[in-house]
Nanobody, 113 residues
Framework: QVRLVESGGGLVQPGGSLRLSCSAS????????MSWYRQAPGKERELVAVISWTGRNSIYADSVRGRFTISRDNAKNTVTLQMHSLKPEDSAVYYC??????WGQGTQVTVSS
């Protein structure tokens, strides 16, 4: 069955970096665009970044553009979100999503001193 498993979350100080990974299985990974979303307490889930199935095209939320980078490895069935210059407002549960139909369980990112 379809599985998306996020990892790499944790506690980091403002200005720090984290690298999130999403390991996919149970489907033809290279056929799907993949994305990262996040949801902070009391807020709606929002799109962070999306990458095309080839990896050649990506789109970012204005709030993270220039600080975050999404990438994928179709040979390893993984999608990665590299996050730099983290801010407290980046704190949220980060979710991996396949296309428009399948979510991972999420990984917590907390940016705090």
């Amino acid at each position: 069955q379809v599985r998306l498993v996020e990892s790499g979350g944790g506690l980091v100080q403002p200005g720090g970096s984290l690298r999130l990974s999403c390991s996919a299985s149970g489907f033809t990974f290279s056929s799907y665009a993949m994305s990262w979303y996040r949801q902070a307490p009391g807020k709606e889930r929002e799109l962070v970044a999306v990458i095309s199935w080839t990896g050649r095209n990506s789109i970012y939320a204005d709030s993270v553009r220039g600080r975050f980078t999404i990438s994928r490895d179709n040979a390893k069935n993984t999608v990665t979100l590299q996050m730099h210059s983290l801010k407290p407002e980046d704190s949220a549960v980060y979710y991996c999503k396949r296309g428009d139909d399948w979510w991972g369980q999420g990984t917590q990112v907390t940016v705090s001193s």
